[in-house]
């Protein structure tokens, strides 16, 4: 098949800072006077490194986003590529931490604006954005709580859910259990990064202490049968972004993606891009190499697009509209 790119998908798990192109970036920085080269290579991409060197780039990256124009044009600008790959539904994480640091004030004025500017391309090109407010564990649980309070407070229709990002290796779950705690009695929904980098026990620990319904990644439950059981039996589902896997090395390739084995094995997955033009990736590749690897085609687009719209954090009147 070669018209990935027209067929609708839903996407559960994108960074919107991490969605930002290049020369989006280069230009905010040039306006601003900043000298951001060190971010690019010579052929003007985000340069390449490990988990932990990009965490540092993506950071350096977010200090050109400041105002609430620059974040509702970064909208503009992201959800306009991601329509351009098909995309009819899609879920964002958005991160306090780099719209004021964590002040409810600046908070809400950065919210609104990137809530208008989804407003606005749904009009232009007919795709839904919902807001995910998400920590970054490498912040530490007091910056955390911070971030969940931002969240709390602005829960609504476009604000939706809470999670967590950032380097796996900090603390442990249940460190960050008032957050997901003070997210959930605000009625958001949650999602959580686990098992991209940690092993199955990673995985388990998140379930037991901050008992999110999605899991961002979850990929290193393919090594464990029981554990890939019992997140069929519970119906947690996985938002896997196998580009990003392959790319960072958290998965060996696209042949041996454990995607497949999950799926098999009866548990929820989804594919989404994360942060694609880090990863060289897009909606559209995902799909290529998911036809290449495994063969899968429409069925399994349409299978894979029901899971995500049953796992979708938005109303059932907005999954009418999906459907
Ligand atoms: C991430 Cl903090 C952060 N930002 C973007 N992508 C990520 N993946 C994991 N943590
Ligand atoms: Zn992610």
């Not at 964590?102 to 391309?121: K, Q």
């Not at 900090?170 to 999602?191: H, N, S």
């Not at 033009?277 to 559209?284: C, D, K, R, V, Y």
Request: negative net charge; proline residues 5%; hydrophobic residues 40%.
């Amino acid at each position: 098949m070669s018209d990935w790119r027209d067929r609708p998908k839903l996407e559960l798990h994108l960074h919107l800072e991490g969605a930002a192109p290049p020369p989006f970036i280069r230009g905010l920085a040039a306006e601003k006077g900043q000298d951001l080269s060190r971010l690019f290579d010579e052929r003007g991409h985000y340069r390449r490194g490990s988990f932990e060197e990009f965490l540092r780039l993506y950071e350096a990256a977010c200090t050109v986003l400041q105002t609430p124009e620059d974040f509702r044009r970064l909208t503009l600008a992201v959800l306009e590529d991601s329509a351009s790959h098909g995309v009819i539904y899609s879920e964002a994480f958005l991160s306090p931490d780099f719209c004021g640091g964590g002040d409810l004030e600046a908070w809400r004025d950065h919210l609104a604006a990137i809530a208008d500017a989804a407003a606005e391309a749904e009009k232009q090109s007919g795709i839904i954005l919902r807001g995910i407010v998400t920590c970054i564990r490498h912040f530490g649980p007091d910056q955390a709580r911070r971030i969940a309070r931002c969240a709390a407070e602005t829960a609504g229709d476009f604000l939706t859910g809470f999670g967590m990002a950032g380097a796996e290796t900090v603390g442990r779950p249940k460190d960050y259990a008032w957050a997901f705690d003070c997210a959930r009695e605000a009625g958001l929904r949650l999602t959580c990064h686990a098992g991209e980098w940690g092993g199955p026990d990673m995985v388990a620990d998140t379930l037991r202490d901050l008992r999110p319904e999605r899991i961002g990644h979850g990929i290193a439950a393919a090594r464990d049968p029981a554990l890939m059981d019992r997140l069929a039996e519970d119906g947690i589902v996985l938002e896997i972004c196998p580009g990003s896997n392959v790319y960072l090395g958290s998965a060996p390739s696209w042949d041996r993606h454990p995607i497949a084995r999950l799926r098999e094995r009866g548990v929820k997955v989804t594919v989404s891009t994360d942060d694609p033009p880090w990863f060289h990736t897009t909606m559209t590749r995902e799909w290529e190499e998911l036809e290449r690897a495994f063969g899968w085609g429409e069925a399994d687009l349409a299978e894979l697009n029901r899971v995500a719209l049953g796992a979708a954090f938005c109303d059932e009147a907005t999954k009418e509209r999906i459907r």
